[in-house]
């Protein structure tokens, strides 16, 4: 057997050692920062972030232009500048850039939050639902998570609690999801080391109520 050692798990590395194990080697990969490389950690998906966050300002920013009034740009108020009122909180965004990397580097595509008193909150771009003992649940706006449009359906359609939980609580949920407009239902598999089986049953179910319902909705 072909033994390979390679230095650097970024794109190089890890499509280089996934060639070489698929010739048959046996496989050790070095990384001293984190699977991804500069790729997933410093340059790709951090930047990448940070240019959705720039398209959304200067989306705000312009908006002026075609009516829209934002925060104190002044409601109907002709010439408002809506460019001055759009700022943007760069805590926050470096928070979802190292959370989004970290993600990255774990193999996963979402990165889940606890809010300041440590309860379960939100993804960067999505709302969770859990279950436990058969229950459906999801955290409170309270909690400070985006009153997302898909989280509302799934709550108006299929049914759940809204209730404040330690972020822990996913550790004995026996199934979870996100929900999101791009992601609609979308279960979760893995939770850092803990594997969940998708779909369970509620979140095979969630989907199909809600495909039931979507045409009403639209008006087809
Ligand atoms: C701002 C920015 C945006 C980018 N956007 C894109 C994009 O959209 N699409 C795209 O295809 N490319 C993009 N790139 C380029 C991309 O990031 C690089 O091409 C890619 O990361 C190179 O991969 P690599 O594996 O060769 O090196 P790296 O990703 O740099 O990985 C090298 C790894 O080796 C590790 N390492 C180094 N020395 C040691 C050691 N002695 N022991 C153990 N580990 C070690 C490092 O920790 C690192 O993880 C972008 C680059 C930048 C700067």
Redesign the pocket.
């Known amino acids: 057997m072909t033994r390979v050692t390679i230095?650097?798990?970024?794109?190089?590395?890890y499509e280089a050692a996934l060639v070489a194990v698929q010739l048959g080697a046996e496989v050790t990969l070095?990384?001293?920062?984190?699977l991804g490389?500069?790729?997933v950690?410093t340059?790709?998906v951090p930047?990448?972030t940070l240019i959705a966050t720039a398209e959304l300002m200067t989306l705000a920013a312009e908006s002026g232009a075609l009516g829209v009034r934002l925060g104190d740009a002044g409601a109907g108020e002709a010439g408002a500048d809506t460019a001055k009122s759009v700022g943007v909180d760069l805590a926050v965004v470096n928070a979802r850039v190292r959370a989004l990397a970290h993600a990255r580097a774990q193999g996963s595509s979402e990165a889940v939050f606890a809010n300041l008193q440590g309860q379960l909150c939100e993804g960067t771009g999505t709302n969770v639902f859990y279950v436990v003992d058969g229950e459906l649940r999801t955290p409170t706006l309270a909690a400070g998570c985006l009153a997302g449009i898909t989280r509302h359906l799934v709550l108006e359609w299929y049914g759940g609690r809204e209730v404040d939980e330690p972020i822990e609580v996913l550790r004995v949920a026996s199934e979870a999801f996100l929900a999101s407009t791009t992601r609609d239902v979308q279960a979760i598999a893995r939770w850092d080391d803990l594997h969940l089986a998708p779909p369970g049953p509620i979140t095979g179910l969630v989907p199909t109520v809600w495909q039931g319902r979507e045409p009403d909705l639209l008006g087809r």
């Open positions: 230095v650097g798990g970024g794109p190089g590395g070095v990384e001293q920062v984190g490389g500069s790729a950690i340059d790709c930047s990448k």
